[in-house]
């Protein structure tokens, strides 16, 4: 028996906070027809934070085999998404 592979989302808000994508979304994603980001942002305390919490934000795009030769994630190129704070 093969296995289906599943993606499951945590999303913030609104609405649901984690849901699986289905079997048509995978397969645009997978073809290129959709694209897949991943964002957010992690704020941290750490013995050099002097001057209150350090934020680190992130942002990246799936690319599928049909577009790379391997699958991979490369960084958006907007800085409203990928910083540090």
Same mark, same amino acid.
């Given at each position: 028996?093969?296995?289906?592979?599943?993606?499951?989302?945590?999303?913030?808000?609104?609405?649901?906070?984690?849901?699986?994508?289905?079997?048509?979304?995978?397969?645009?994603?997978?073809? &290129?027809?959709?694209?897949?980001?991943?964002?957010?942002?992690?704020?941290?305390?750490?013995?050099?934070?002097? =001057?209150?919490?350090?934020?680190? &934000?992130?942002?990246?795009?799936?690319?599928?085999?049909?577009?790379?030769?391997? =699958?991979?994630?490369?960084?958006?190129?907007? &800085?409203?998404?990928?910083?540090?704070?």
């Amino acid at each position: 028996m093969v296995s289906t592979p599943e993606i499951l989302l945590y999303r913030a808000s609104p609405g649901p906070w984690l849901w699986k994508l289905s079997k048509s979304e995978m397969d645009k994603i997978e073809s &290129g027809e959709q694209q897949l980001f991943i964002f957010g942002y992690i704020k941290y305390r750490d013995d050099y934070s002097l =001057w209150g919490d350090k934020e680190t &934000g992130f942002c990246f795009r799936y690319i599928p085999k049909p577009i790379a030769p391997n =699958w991979h994630y490369e960084t958006c190129d907007n &800085g409203s998404y990928t910083y540090a704070r």
